[in-house]
């Protein structure tokens, strides 16, 4: 029984768990997808769509190219096998797994803290009407809702009081997608798109809390308490009790990695039973900012050393690597950072901007990289990859891909 985990090994152990280091599929169908998705639990959404809508990504990542299409029967039509809601942030679950966040509704419904249920109290004409309209018509998207509520106000996206009512009513689980139009939610009762079996499962809270952990853990490998805790957006006080519990029954054990030490203690660590520790990893991998191997970017500094930040929200003469830049992971490293922008009306994938970490080599990084552009261009129907002169690795890139550095 191993007590001591190397660094190497944890890197191993947590990108094995998420699907890296396998042999790429010749072709890639709904079991592929299905079994990829089940491993890491939900795909997180996101809207900015400068080179690709975030859940798209991870499939890529560990599966290589694919047809969107599928996965959008999977998970945005009404009868789909995956549904949405607030597990992480906004992400995909497995359908099934909708009861585990009942605990996480009722507290939208009653936790006084929460601003919603405050403007829930103040709106319930609004509510009861949405609730008939949606009874009366179906599905509907809350740009389609005909009311004179539903108007846009304030500077910045301004959420109609339609809006906020359809959001109150999902996080209650009252509504629930129906799909998206050009990725505008679709929201119906939740009574008449859900099994009856799954809207009468009542799961405990401690029970739900048990099987996320147990999920978190197996997803992970091998993390902290708090990694495990930030999964599916728990409750420190709630995981830790549960860990102690699912390790005495032999699925998680405590061990120590070097260099996971919090601040002035020694943070546990938890390894899953089923977790593997493979020799070598094998990938060449463009990661979504909201991948799982990255979205706690505490992880992602201690499991990588790779302090990362998307600069969406940065002014633009204040960025340091781009606009939407894309941790570039290599074998069982991240070695850098690409921003892409999908230019469709050029038919070009444009490289913005290509930064390597300070170990890593320019040349070497680039030679990798070069062919996984050309796949991803084609994958996005573009004809052409351009790379922009902003970055240590755009030189290198350029001259493997064949191509001119543009200006920035």
Known sequence: MVDSI???QARRIALAAQGFGRPAPDAVGTRQLNLAIERIGLLQLDSVNVFERSHYLPMFARLGPYDKDLLDRLTFTRR???????????????????????????????ASSNGLLDWATAHRSILDWLRAELAEKGPLAASAVEHDANRRSGPWWGWSEVKTGLEVLFRWGEVVSAG???????????????????????????????ALVEHAARAHGIGTTSDLTDYFRLKKVDVAGLLHELEDEGIVREVTVKGWEGKGRKERAWLHRDARI?????????????????????????????????????????????????????????????????????????????????????????????????????????????????????????GELGVPLAAR
């Open 6 to 8: 190397s660094p190497a």
């Open 80 to 110: 789909g096998r995956y549904v949405e809601y607030w597990a992480h942030e906004a992400a995909l679950i497995p359908r099934e797994w909708w009861p585990l966040f009942r605990w996480r509704m009722d507290g939208y419904r009653t």
């Open 180 to 210: 998206r139009t050009r990725f505008e939610r679709v929201y119906g009762l939740a009574e008449h798109l859900m099994p009856a079996e799954l809207l009468e499962q009542e799961v405990p809270a401690n029970e739900a809390h048990r």
């Open 278 to 398: 493979p020799r070598r990893i094998e990938a060449t991998a463009l990661l979504s900012p909201f991948d799982p191997v990255v979205w706690r970017r505490e992880r992602a500094l201690r499991m990588f050393d790779f302090h990362y930040r998307i600069e969406i929200y940065t002014p633009a003469p204040q960025r340091v690597f781009g606009y939407y830049s894309l941790p570039i992971l290599l074998d069982e490293a991240i070695v850098g950072r690409i921003d892409l922008k999908s230019d469709r009306q050029a038919h070009v994938l444009r490289v913005q901007s290509a930064w390597t970490e300070a170990h890593a080599d320019a040349g070497l990084v680039a030679e990798r990289i070069a062919p996984l552009l050309r796949s991803t261009a084609s994958w996005q129907g573009l004809d052409a990859v351009s790379v922009a002169d902003w970055g240590d690795l755009a030189p290198a890139v350029a």
